[in-house]
């Protein structure tokens, strides 16, 4: 029978009670009662960082889905495909598929006015 086996975590020889270099870490551990008192947010070993309310902003991101959605209904109610549509405004078909898709944001000026135009509506109108 062979004693106990070192695993790539060990240092040291297993069989003594305390491996044989020290801590790595000069920070003392942090206490019990503190650890229990404020639980983490987070299991990250990385600090989170602090926002300023000088720098917050409002999320995007909800409003660019209720225009994709909005877009999507004018699109269903005016009996739109992409690909027609892409075709009558000579606009590229993967400008239209991106934005659906969530691949792109938005559309230039230029982009709206020509899908508005290919629509009969103004190009505010696409997004209601």
Known sequence: MTGPRRSAGMRGDPRQPRPEAEAISS????????????????????????????EVAAPRGREIAAGREAFRAFMR????????????????????MAYLTGRSSGFSQATLEKLAKAARVAPDEMFR
């Open 27 to 54: 920070i003392p551990p942090p206490r019990k009662d503190a650890a229990e008192a404020a639980p983490p947010l987070s299991r990250s070993r990385h600090p989170r960082p602090q926002v300023l309310m000088g």
């Open 77 to 96: 109610a005016r009996r739109l495909v992409p690909s027609r549509w892409a075709q009558q405004s000579g606009v590229p078909l993967g400008e239209i």
